[in-house]
């Protein structure tokens, strides 16, 4: 007899519910209880994109993991987050938990996983990230051949990401938001602006492209990225 539920923590892809996959889908519509990450009096980004499949008739568990915390301080809040979660499993329940894009880049599933995939049956499946869906979006070939493609959080001091961007052929710079100022200044300095493409909530309703220097700093939203792409063209 089965005593425990098994853990899933299902990417959901970037926006666009038709980019979550067959099995994501499967999962998500077969299990009790549907867990994911709500910021306080804000929508849950991951429940819109995957609300047309939700049967009505499941549990929906949210939780709250801050951003930007000190480590200390972050654990014993998401440890309180992730009970919940765990007294369903517990209790015998599966849970899916959704994650915006893919689970394990920069996932906040990951948090759910550290504290609970020792104890339960875990499976976790892989979205469509949005570093695969922006440059497509954006209608920009990325990486050719041997390119070496770096990620690069904006949040980094401004001397790292100079010395980043001075050694890959791509890059994608993501969690833009407040540090986007810093980002089009370094981009300026290093003669990459002109290359640089923007865009924010890739493959949603509110998709927007612009050039960097439309950009209003003040109006940069979370869910936005800077992709360089390669020179290379044959
Ligand atoms: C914590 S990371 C999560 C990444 C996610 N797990 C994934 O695979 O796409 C959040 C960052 O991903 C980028 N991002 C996620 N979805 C996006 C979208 N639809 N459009 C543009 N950027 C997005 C933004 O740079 C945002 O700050």
């Known amino acids: 007899m089965k005593t425990k539920g098994r853990l899933y923590g299902i990417g959901v892809g970037p926006g666009d519910p038709e980019l979550l996959t067959l099995k994501a889908l499967r999962l998500l519509q077969a ?12 929508e849950s980004v991951a429940r819109a994109i995957v609300a047309p499949y939700l049967t009505g008739n499941q549990i929906e568990v949210p939780f709250h993991l801050p951003r930007a915390l000190e480590p200390e301080t972050a654990e014993a809040i998401y440890d309180r987050e992730v009970a919940p979660i765990a007294e369903h499993l517990a209790a015998g329940r599966d849970v899916v938990v959704l994650c915006e894009g893919d689970p394990f880049f920069y996932g906040s599933f990951m948090y759910v996983f550290t504290r609970l995939s020792e104890q339960y049956e875990t499976e976790v499946v892989p979205g469509v ?34 010395t980043q961007l001075l050694t890959t052929d791509a ?22 602006a002109s290359r640089a493409r923007y865009i924010e909530r890739a493959t949603t309703a509110r998709q927007r492209i612009v050039s960097l220097d439309e950009v209003d700093p003040a109006e940069v939203p979370y869910f936005s990225m800077i992709i360089i792409p390669t020179k290379m063209r044959l």
């Open 31 to 42: 299990a009790p209880v549907v867990a994911y990450q709500s910021a306080t009096n804000r």
């Open 129 to 162: 990230s949005s570093l695969m869906a922006c440059p497509v979006a954006l209608g920009v070939p990325f990486t050719y051949y041997n390119d070496i493609l770096t990620v690069l959080p904006a949040p980094m001091p401004a001397e790292a990401l100079t």
């Open 171 to 192: 890059a994608a710079i993501i969690k833009l938001g407040r540090h986007f100022t810093k980002v089009r200044d370094i981009l300026h300095q290093l003669g990459l």
